[in-house]
């Protein structure tokens, strides 16, 4: 099954545009930040319920690689295929070194940096508002997928939708305005458990210090290193600020 089948198989839409959520006159930058976004919400380390996550994860490395090859792009953007037998999309290509191409190595000081900016950001608010606007004011959904989010943002991002909502930016959805307490009671209380976990985990590596982030991920790196989707994954591709490269060649097919 080729690319665009399995995008829509997976994913509901065989355009590559509309599944990153970015136009068709798109920069690479701004592919590469959508790429990252979209990504983090399929990586099996954040969805570990979602059996076909390993594969949509691979799905779209796939398709990042097409829409960041000029002459991959170019096919597809005049023609709607995409080049199937080329060196981009060959089979035995290894993905996870293709991810450490693309992505440095993140530092915590990279991490704290990075949140101290979007927090508060222009682009936070309007990623928030077009989560708001795909999970139908569905918080559960919107705090799993939203960059940067611990349970003590929550109040801060309702606000932010409130506002919206008062502005008619978006629609009033019941499930964010008739939410019931229980079931924010019940969101907090899986997110403490998970803070929990983590304090657990930090304990049993003996992380303590500035540098315990990266220590975590270089524990977890080394434990799963045949695993294609690594933790460090995760955290690089968030973070990175570099680009890559792709190769090109082979002939079209649908």
Known sequence: MGLLERCEELFNTSNLYDLLGVSKTATEAELRRSYYKVSLQVHPDRAPEDPLATEKFQVLGKLYAVLTDTEQRAVYDEQGIVDEESDTLRQDRCWED???VLFPTVTLKDILDFEKKYKGSDEEREDLIKLYVKHEGDMDLITISAMCCTVEDEPRLCDILREAIEADEVPAFPAFTKESDKKKKARRKRADKERKEA????????????????????QRKQSREQNFNSFLSDLEAKYSKKGGSSRKGGKAKK
């Open 98 to 100: 293709y991810w450490r």
């Open 199 to 218: 304090e657990e985990m930090q304990k049993e590596l003996g992380l303590g210090d500035e540098d315990s982030l990266s220590m975590m991920i270089k």
